[in-house]
């Protein structure tokens, strides 16, 4: 929870100094391969991006997804999905994410239908 109050003061704070900036959008929806549906938006100015997507399968399993980006030196990123399947079982995670120069740093976790929760963090040095 600390880390996303940090990213969202650090997002609010980008968003005050770049207020005049243009902001880009873009919004579109297509078919998938097996007869599902896919939606998905992304609004940004530059430095932050947000995008959301939907998928609905053809047999009636939904998957939502949004995210949130901050570029600079070191990019920024955090995202969270859920999804629920045709028989009701649903999955749910958050992953958050640093790229530098010189390394990345991402930490996710994944909860189960039954409630049973994984947590994974990973460093990579480039």
């Known amino acids: 929870?600390?880390?996303?109050?940090?990213?969202?003061?650090?997002?609010?704070?980008?968003?005050?100094?770049?207020?005049?900036?243009?902001?880009?959008?873009?919004?579109?929806?297509?078919?998938?391969?097996?007869?599902?549906?896919?939606?998905?938006?992304?609004?940004?100015?530059?430095?932050?991006?947000?995008?959301?997507t939907t998928r609905v399968g053809p047999n009636g399993g939904i998957y939502t997804s949004t995210a949130a980006c901050l570029n600079g030196i070191v990019a920024r990123c955090r995202r969270s999905y859920s999804a629920v399947g045709p028989n009701g079982q649903s999955f749910s995670g958050h992953r958050a994410s640093a790229r530098?120069?010189?390394?990345?740093?991402?930490?996710?976790?994944?909860?189960?239908?039954?409630?049973?929760?994984a947590v994974g963090v990973h460093r990579r040095w480039r």
């Open 1 to 52: 929870m600390r880390f996303s109050a940090k990213f969202m003061l650090v997002v609010l704070g980008m968003l005050a100094t770049t207020g005049t900036a243009p902001v880009d959008a873009a919004e579109w929806s297509r078919s998938t391969i097996h007869g599902g549906q896919m939606t998905r938006s992304v609004h940004g100015n530059g430095v932050v991006y947000s995008s959301e």
């Open 100 to 117: 530098g120069p010189y390394r990345l740093r991402s930490v996710r976790s994944v909860t189960g239908p039954r409630g049973n929760t």
